[in-house]
């Protein structure tokens, strides 16, 4: 069925640093959805995107439907930023999620 | 302020008993959702209400069932609940079920002993 890869698993950044998350999809999707589940458990709504790119404060993302990837980028990143990101697309009304990213965020 | 509720935000049961989760928005969405989260995973589709009275099954429906009274109260029902439903559960809306963005409560974590 339709899939979403997320790499990668896991990533260790120091404060003031930044880098970028991918999400690739098998197939085409409608829109990508990213999320950051924080240390309490709750899912924080960071973009919707049915194309094209958004930036909110130190995240930007861009999501490609016609080469089927969606990234997330954080830049100078604080020790808020700890926690599990995780992509989901839009496909045929359902989201289809990602396995996660786990973020920790290094003095 | 717009947002999505759950209670109870926290439940012990022992297996065999029956559990009831609650979900509302005040957002006036015509879809809700519930899902389950187990341990390092992503959220798994349990069933979707496309509005009252109109629910489908997810991906993982057996063992549950919802109902949806009223377009801004949706409630996951577990007969006779078994210690494999021990997980995080969280509800979600969205405007519509086309194309439209989801948001969620903040989970209950259920635990059947």
């Known amino acids: 069925g339709d899939q979403v890869e997320q790499s990668p698993s896991a990533l260790s950044l120091h404060e003031g640093t930044g880098s970028a998350l991918r999400c690739n999809f098998t197939?085409?999707?409608?829109?990508v959805q990213w999320f950051q589940q924080n240390s309490r458990g709750s899912l924080i709504n960071l973009f919707y995107?049915?194309?094209?790119?958004k930036e909110n404060g130190r995240l930007k993302s861009t999501f490609n439907s016609k080469e089927s990837y969606s990234t997330l980028h954080i830049r100078d990143a604080q020790l808020e930023d700890s926690g599990t990101y995780f992509c989901?697309?839009?496909?045929?009304?359902?989201?289809?999620w990602g396995s996660g990213t786990k973020l920790i965020i290094k003095p | 302020d717009m947002k999505v509720t759950q209670m109870p935000r926290y439940l012990i049961k022992r297996m065999g008993e029956n559990v009831l989760l609650e979900c509302g928005q005040d957002?006036?969405?015509?879809?809700m959702y519930w899902y389950r989260q187990d341990p390092g995973l992503g959220l798994q589709l349990i069933y979707i209400?496309?509005?009252?009275?109109?629910?489908s099954e997810g991906d993982i429906p057996k063992g549950y069932r919802v109902s949806r009274k009223k377009r801004e109260h949706f409630s996951l029902i577990l007969d006779s609940a078994k210690t494999n439903q021990t997980s995080v559960y969280f509800c979600?809306?969205?405007?519509?079920?086309?194309?439209?963005?989801?948001?969620f409560g903040p989970g209950t974590r259920l635990t059947v002993l």
């Open positions: 989901a697309a839009d496909s045929n009304y359902q989201l289809i």
């Open positions: 957002m006036s969405h015509e879809t």
């Open positions: 979600a809306s969205s405007l519509t079920g086309d194309y439209a963005e989801q948001f």
């Open positions: 197939t085409t999707m409608r829109a």
């Open positions: 995107l049915a194309s094209g790119t």
């Open positions: 209400s496309y509005d009252v009275d109109s629910n």
